[in-house]
Every structure is written in C-alpha cells, then in structure tokens.
C-alpha cells in the first residue's frame, strides 16, 4: 500500500513501475482476477523468470499485493493505487480544459480587428 | 475555438490536449507571451493571477499569485526550459511562497506548449505531466485544481446568447 510518507525512492518506483505496458496489463488482469504468479507467466510471451520479475516491481511500488494460497502465489492489484493515477491525470486535465476555455474568451474580447 | 482532442498516454503519464483557435498563431502566443494577458486565463474562475516577474527565456521565471475570494493569496512559480516564439514553450510550474521560492512540499507539473498555423488558424498542443509519481500523489491530495464543472460552467456562459 503506498502511503502519503512513502520515502521518494519508493514512490519513484511507482512511477516506473506504470510506465510499461506489460505491466499495466498485469495490473488489467489482476484487478478483475486474482491470478497466481505461474498462471501470469503462461499469459505473455516471455519467460517465468521476467514475468516474476515484472510483479516484483509492481509489488514494489504497492501496486500489487501477493497472497499466498496452498502451493500457489496469488497476485492482486491493489486498485485504489493504480486509480490516484489516474484521478491526478484528469484534475490536470480538467485545469487545463478550464484555462484553454478563459484563452478562448481573452481572444474574442482582448481583438480588436 | 474547440479542444479537438484529449489524450492520456499511461506510458509516459502524459495527458495532451489539443485546441483548435480562428486566431493567427501570434494572437495565441500573446496569450503566453503578454503577462497581461497570461494573468486573464491562468488562475481559475474567481482565483485572478496577477503576474510579477514575467521572463520567457530558458532558464528564465514567471511569478504569479492568485487572489482568493476573501483576499487571500497563494503564489506560484514557472521555471522556462525551453522557448522558441511564436511556436513553443516549456515550462515547469511550481506553489511558491510571496518571495517566489518554490515550496518544498508543492506538486510540479511539467507543461510543454506548442503552437502551429492550422487551417487558417492556430492550433494549439499541450503536454502536460508530473516530475514524478510523488508529484501527482500530491496534485490529488491538495485538490488544488479546478473542476472539470468549473470549465464547463464557463463554456455555457460563453455559449449564451
């Protein structure tokens, strides 16, 4: 779980961690299931050994939880991180929409043509 | 004027957001490039910007602050990385405190300006991102940033007969 003390370093590595695309769909497929780690690995093209890699960065950054169920590692996404991305992306948006709004209005009234 | 696109890319964390103007490109840079009228569509609505110094050169600053209903002020800081007039500018923008001094704890977003002739008239590219995770955490938790209703709220006054 990432806190609001979170030392920077740690946050930096969320910041990492979602800015490739595996790992986004990792992060897809284990908020609407809870996959074990073997079962992910079977899902990409690439080895069990990357693909275990890839949730340890995601688990890293407290994007995803690991629980541990009989023989299996089962991988869950913690969404309530993942969606203050996403929220933080559109309140910039949305300031934005409002400033390129105003720009519009100086235009119309600040012209004399 | 219309936003002809928004887009959020989640690889680089970057939202871009594309607005179409009538106006010729140097009308649309003096939006940037005037401080009078940077300060009339920079702070939200009831939130004016008054801009103090105002340098668009690389490693150049614009300090502004924004007045609040009961008169209270809370200042900001950009900090030039790159501009070329009339077609880009890159900035960061930063809280401050009343001598211009970024504040330690303030979110800072990373705002890329391009402006090129379109069809007759302007059109504008924004990029806009976060140095780093940490700074958008903060962006949602100071809630700072005007709401999307606010936009649209102006949209319809303009719209208005």
């Known amino acids: 779980m990432v806190v609001d003390e979170t030392p920077s370093?740690?946050?930096?590595?969320?910041?990492?961690?979602?800015?490739?695309?595996?790992?986004?769909?990792?992060?897809?497929?284990?908020?609407?299931?809870?996959?074990?780690?073997?079962?992910?690995?079977?899902?990409?093209?690439?080895?069990?050994?990357?693909?275990?890699?890839?949730?340890?960065?995601l688990e890293r950054a407290g994007l995803v939880v690991k629980v541990r169920r009989g023989r299996e590692q089962l991988v869950h996404t913690d969404v309530a991180a993942v969606e203050r991305a996403r929220q933080a992306l559109d309140e910039l948006e949305a300031t934005w929409r409002g400033r390129v709004e105003r720009m519009s209005n100086v235009l119309a009234t600040g012209v004399t043509k | 004027m219309t936003i002809t696109s928004v887009d959020t890319d989640y690889d680089s964390l970057t939202t871009?957001?594309?607005?179409?103007?009538?106006?010729?490109?140097?009308?649309?840079?003096?939006?940037?490039?005037?401080?009078?009228?940077?300060?009339?569509?920079?702070?939200?609505?009831?939130?004016?910007?008054?801009?103090?110094?105002?340098?668009?050169?690389?490693?150049?600053?614009?300090?502004?602050?924004?007045?609040?209903?009961?008169?209270?002020?809370?200042?900001?800081?950009?900090?030039?990385?790159?501009?070329?007039?009339?077609?880009?500018?890159?900035?960061?923008?930063?809280?401050?405190?009343s001598d211009g001094a970024p504040l330690e704890d303030s979110p800072v977003s990373v705002i890329s300006v391009r402006l090129l002739k379109h069809e007759g008239g302007t059109r504008m590219e924004i990029r806009m991102t976060f140095e780093t995770r940490e700074d958008m955490d903060r962006i949602v938790d100071m809630g700072t940033v005007e709401g999307l209703k606010q936009g649209v709220a102006q949209m319809r006054g303009l719209l208005a007969p």
């Open chain 2, 16 to 97: 871009t957001l594309v607005a179409d103007f009538d106006n010729p490109i140097d009308q649309v840079w003096e939006l940037w490039s005037d401080p009078r009228k940077l300060e009339r569509w920079w702070g939200p609505p009831g939130y004016p910007a008054t801009v103090e110094k105002h340098a668009l050169t690389p490693g150049g600053e614009v300090t502004y602050f924004l007045t609040g209903p009961e008169g209270d002020r809370s200042w900001g800081l950009w900090r030039v990385t790159s501009v070329d007039p009339p077609t880009s500018l890159q900035f960061t923008d930063a809280f401050a405190d």
């Open chain 1, 9 to 57: 370093e740690v946050v930096d590595e969320v910041f990492r961690a979602l800015a490739d695309s595996t790992r986004r769909d990792i992060l897809r497929r284990c908020a609407t299931d809870e996959p074990s780690v073997s079962g992910l690995a079977q899902a990409y093209p690439m080895s069990f050994a990357a693909v275990q890699k890839h949730v340890a960065v």
